[in-house]
């Protein structure tokens, strides 16, 4: 009894690690010549968009982001990471 | 950063709700005691309003498309932006109402036709406002 009672279970909380979507868009995108207009044209989104998400500003959707991989021949793992 | 050809458009939608406030609810503000509205009131300050809204929106965009010569893309992040906002200002939209009611329901002046078609006009103009700065903060920051 003594003993069951000696055994503490410490909860401690915390929290979750707050992972940032980012990503390599613009080192690929430069690797392959392309400007921000050029690749939005071929994916089919603005400039304005492009510069969004490779400031981290915007998270591209799933659609978006295996396209963009595709355009500059990249896995998609390789072109946007958790950090 | 400059301003893009959507930012623009929406800035150009904020100046008119501005300037429609300014030079047309004045007007509005006249007749709020008046309980009857008579058709040719109506038709007079209706006409100056399309009349204004028709030159400003095709001066305005005219001017724009002269500036901005390039087409614009609508794509998934304009859909995400105006989702967003639309959001809002539906929201403010039912706030509005319960405002309207209790306005109604608690100011004498305001229960009649006058004073409802002024507050109606009010309101959506501030939702409307504050709906397109929103809009415009978002393309902004996001």
């Known amino acids: 009894m003594c003993q ?4 503490s279970i410490s909860y401690t909380y915390t929290e979750p690690l707050k992972m940032v979507l980012k990503n390599n868009l613009k080192e690929f995108r430069h690797k392959k010549n ?8 071929s994916v089919g989104v603005s400039r304005q968009t492009i510069i969004s998400i490779e400031r981290y500003r915007y998270k591209p959707s799933l659609e978006l982001a295996m396209n963009m991989a595709k355009e500059l021949n990249v896995k998609i793992e390789k072109l946007f990471y958790f950090d | 950063m400059p301003l893009s050809k959507k930012e623009t458009s929406i800035l150009i939608e904020v100046v008119f709700s501005i300037l429609f ?3 047309f ?5 006249e007749n709020q005691n008046n309980n009857l509205i008579s058709i040719n009131n109506l038709v007079r300050k209706i006409t100056p309003i399309i009349i204004f ?3 400003y929106f095709s001066i305005a965009y005219a001017v724009l498309e002269l500036i901005f010569k390039t087409k614009t893309t609508v794509d998934e992040r304009d859909d995400m932006i105006n989702s967003k906002s639309y959001k809002l200002g539906y929201l403010l939209y039912e706030l509005s109402l319960f405002v ?7 100011n004498s002046i305001l229960q009649n036709t006058g004073g409802i078609i002024f507050l109606i006009i ?4 501030f939702v ?7 809009q415009l903060y978002l393309y902004r920051t996001s």
């Open chain 1, 34 to 41: 392309l400007t921000q207009d050029d690749l939005g044209k």
């Open chain 2, 128 to 134: 409307s406002i504050v709906k397109s700065i929103y």
């Open chain 2, 21 to 23: 406030g300014f030079i």
């Open chain 2, 53 to 55: 809204s028709v030159l």
């Open chain 2, 25 to 29: 609810l004045p007007l509005f503000y």
């Open chain 1, 4 to 7: 069951l009672l000696s055994l």
């Open chain 2, 100 to 106: 309207f009611i209790g306005m109604l329901l608690t």
């Open chain 2, 122 to 125: 009010s309101l959506l103009l």
